[in-house]
């Protein structure tokens, strides 16, 4: 019989859940990093606070940058799970749009057409 690893570590579920709160959908390869390769996950974990955690940028602002620059990239998947965490966050969507105008500005409409459509899928108003 084959035993099954589980999806997430034991202990880090709590801390999944806080990450998830701050940033919005934790990917699945993400969690599986817990039991795959728990080294990684720890350094993820820490460079994740580093960077989410307020300092001289709010986490709002830090937030309307992650969705611009994932828009700019056009990652589908980064765009989505930036704009989910946004609410948590207090971003309006009115406030991703003016995000999305500076993104259009040095990344071409693409990238402008490519974060409205997800932000009219994900934030309806």
Not at 18 to 28: A, D, M, R, W
């Amino acid at each position: 019989m084959v035993t099954k690893k589980p999806v997430v570590r034991k202990g880090t579920a709590k801390e999944l859940k806080g990450l998830e709160k701050k940033i919005g959908k934790v990917p699945k390869f993400f969690k599986e990093l817990t039991v795959n390769d728990p080294d990684m996950y720890n350094l993820v974990m820490k460079m994740e606070g580093h960077v989410w955690d307020d300092g001289e940028l709010t986490r709002k602002t830090k937030k309307l940058i992650a969705i611009a620059i994932a828009a700019a990239l056009r990652d589908q998947h980064a765009v989505r799970a930036q704009l989910m965490g946004a609410a948590n966050l207090g971003v309006t969507k009115a406030e991703v749009e003016e995000a999305l105008r500076v993104t259009f500005l040095l990344s071409g409409m693409p990238a402008y057409v490519y974060g409205k459509a997800q932000l009219d899928e994900v934030m309806k108003k």
